[in-house]
C-alpha cells in the first residue's frame, strides 16, 4: 500500500485535508494554530485508491517543541512515498511556505502542492503566486467542502498501481479440551490511557523502541490519539496513545475537550486497556473513574503503576493501591496491577505477558453444559429466594451467549424477581469456577416463555366455542 505524508506550515487544515482523505474525523480540527503535534496515520480512500495517510505538525517558527514536532515530520517524509504540501490559498505564501518547498524539491519522490481553502473566485486567482515554489501546477482544493477531490485523484492516479484484490480476513476459532478461546485475525487493540504526565507517551517509545510519539516535562503534550502497529513476540498489535484525561470539571478549553473525547473514543474501540499511574502521587477519584469506564465499556484493564524506580516505600505504596482497587471496583475482582519503569524498560515484558494472558480470558468461551452443571451446583448450595406467589425462582438453564467481554445469560420465567445479591453471587462463582479473573463479565437474566401458553388458549377458546 502507497503512503501519503501531509506537511505544511501552521493552521492550512492539513488535518481537515487528513480527515476528509480519510472519510472520517479522526484528527482534532481547531481554529488554533499548532494543534497537531505528533504524527497520525490512517487509511485513507480517494475513488478507488487506497493508501497509508499520514498527518503531520505543522511547520512554525523554532522552539524546543516545534524541533522535536519537525523531526517527527521528517520521519514521515522520509516513509510516505507520496508527499501532499498545503499551502492556504486565502493567504499570502510566507518564509514558512518557501523553506519547506525547498526542502521537499530535494525529494526523490512525488511532491503534489494543494492550495487549500480554496472556495471561490478570489482563490483561485490566488493560486498564480505559488508556482514560485517550484513544485508545479497547485491543486485547488476545499478540504472542508470536499472541492477538488477530482483533481487530486488525477494528480495521485499515475503514481499507484493496478489495485490488487484481497481476500476478506475471518475470525477462527481455537477449540481446547476446556474451553474454546476466539481468536481473531486482525490485530490486538491496545490503548494507554491515564491522567497527564504520568508517562503514558514515554511507556509507547519504550515499547515501540523509537522516539514515535513526542514526551516533555509538561502535562498535555499529546493531544490527538495516536495509533502505532507494532510485534510484540510475533503478535501483532495497534497500540494508542492518548492524551491525559482531567477531571471533567477541570476542563475549561474546547481543545482538550476534543483531546478528552478522542482518548474515550480510543476506549470504547480497545480490547484491552492499561491504566498508567504515576506511583508517586497518591491514587485520586480520576483514576478510579477512568478504570470504571473502561470496565462499564467491557474492556480488560490492566493497571501499570509507573515510575516504579523512584519510589521509595514500594511494598507500603503497592498495598495500598491494590486495597483501594478492591474497594473502589468491586464489579471486577482481581484486577493485574503491575509495577513499571517507562524510562528505565523495568517490568514492561511483563505487563505484556499481562496483555495477552488477559486477551485470552476475555475471549474465553465455555461450553453450555458446563454453565448448566454450574448453575445446578450454585442452586444447590444457595437455593434461588421465595417469589411473590410462594415458590422459589426457577432457574431454566444457562449459557455464554458472547465473549469480549464474556457475557452470560440466565433463563427462567420470572427474572424480575431475581435479587441483585443472587446476581452478585452468581458473578463470583462464575469467576472462581472458570478463571474469569481480572476481566469484566456481564450476567443477564432473560424470560423463558411458557411453550404451551399460546395452546392453552387455544384450546379455552374451543371450549368456550362448544358451549
Excluded at 487506497?50 to 512554525?60: N, P, V, Y
Excluded at 482563490?123 to 477538488?148: C, D, K, M, T, V
Aim: overall charge positive; proline content about 5%.
Amino acid at each position: 500500500m502507497k503512503t501519503i505524508a501531509i506537511v505544511g506550515r501552521t493552521n492550512v487544515g492539513k488535518s481537515t485535508f487528513f480527515n476528509r482523505l480519510c472519510g472520517k474525523r479522526l484528527a482534532i480540527v481547531h481554529d488554533r494554530a499548532g494543534v497537531t503535534r505528533d504524527r497520525k496515520e490512517a487509511t485513507g480512500h480517494l475513488y478507488d485508491l487506497q493508501f497509508r495517510l499520514i498527518d503531520t505538525a505543522g511547520l512554525e517558527e523554532t522552539t524546543a517543541l516545534a524541533a522535536a514536532m519537525w523531526r517527527q515530520t521528517e520521519l514521515a517524509i522520509a516513509e510516505a512515498d507520496i508527499v501532499l504540501m498545503v499551502v492556504d490559498a486565502r493567504g499570502e505564501m510566507t518564509v514558512l511556505d518557501e523553506k519547506l518547498a525547498k526542502s521537499l524539491r530535494k525529494l526523490d519522490k512525488p511532491v503534489i502542492l494543494v492550495a487549500n481553502k480554496c472556495e471561490g473566485k478570489e482563490q483561485q486567482n490566488n493560486l498564480g503566486i505559488f508556482y514560485r515554489l517550484g513544485l508545479g501546477e497547485p491543486i485547488g482544493f476545499s478540504a472542508e467542502h470536499g472541492l477538488g477531490l477530482g483533481d487530486l485523484f488525477a494528480k495521485l492516479k499515475p503514481l499507484f498501481p493496478a489495485p490488487k484484490k484481497q481476500d476478506d480476513e475471518e475470525d477462527v476459532l481455537e477449540e481446547s479440551d476446556e474451553e474454546i478461546i476466539e481468536k481473531p485475525k486482525r490485530p490486538l487493540q491496545l490503548a494507554i490511557v491515564g491522567r497527564p504526565n504520568v508517562g503514558k507517551s514515554t511507556l509507547v517509545n519504550r515499547l515501540l523502541n523509537q522516539e514515535r510519539v513526542l514526551t516533555g516535562p509538561e502535562a498535555g503534550v499529546t493531544r490527538d490519539a495516536i495509533t502505532v502497529p507494532f510485534e510484540w513476540r510475533g503478535e501483532k498489535i495497534l497500540l494508542t496513545d492518548t492524551a491525559g484525561l482531567r477531571k471533567s470539571g477541570r476542563i475549561d478549553d474546547s481543545l482538550e475537550r476534543f483531546s478528552a473525547y478522542d482518548t474515550k473514543n480510543a476506549i470504547d474501540f480497545a480490547e484491552v486497556v492499561i491504566l498508567v499511574l504515576d506511583a508517586n502521587v497518591p491514587m485520586e477519584k480520576q483514576d478510579l473513574l477512568i478504570a470504571s469506564r473502561v470496565i462499564d465499556e467491557g474492556r480488560a484493564l490492566i493497571i501499570a503503576l509507573n515510575k516504579w524506580d523512584a519510589v521509595e516505600h514500594q511494598k507500603k505504596v503497592l498495598n495500598d493501591i491494590k486495597e483501594k482497587m478492591v474497594s473502589s471496583l468491586q464489579q471486577v475482582k482481581g484486577l493485574p496491577v503491575l509495577t513499571i519503569s517507562a524510562k528505565t524498560g523495568y517490568g514492561l515484558d511483563r505487563m505484556m505477558s499481562e496483555v495477552f494472558s488477559i486477551y485470552k480470558l476475555w475471549n474465553k468461551r465455555v461450553p453450555t453444559h458446563k454453565m448448566n452443571t454450574f448453575l445446578r451446583a450454585m442452586t444447590e448450595a444457595h437455593p434461588t429466594p421465595v417469589a411473590k406467589n410462594g415458590r422459589r425462582i426457577p432457574m431454566k438453564y444457562m449459557t455464554q451467549v458472547s465473549t469480549r467481554p464474556p457475557t452470560f445469560a440466565i433463563f427462567s420465567s420470572n427474572p424480575d424477581q431475581l435479587p441483585e445479591s443472587y446476581l452478585r453471587y452468581l458473578s463470583n462463582g462464575i469467576r472462581e469456577t472458570f478463571g474469569f479473573v481480572g476481566v469484566p463479565i456481564r450476567l443477564n437474566m432473560r424470560k423463558r416463555e411458557n411453550p404451551y401458553a399460546d395452546k392453552s388458549k387455544g384450546r379455552r377458546k374451543v371450549s368456550e366455542e362448544k358451549k
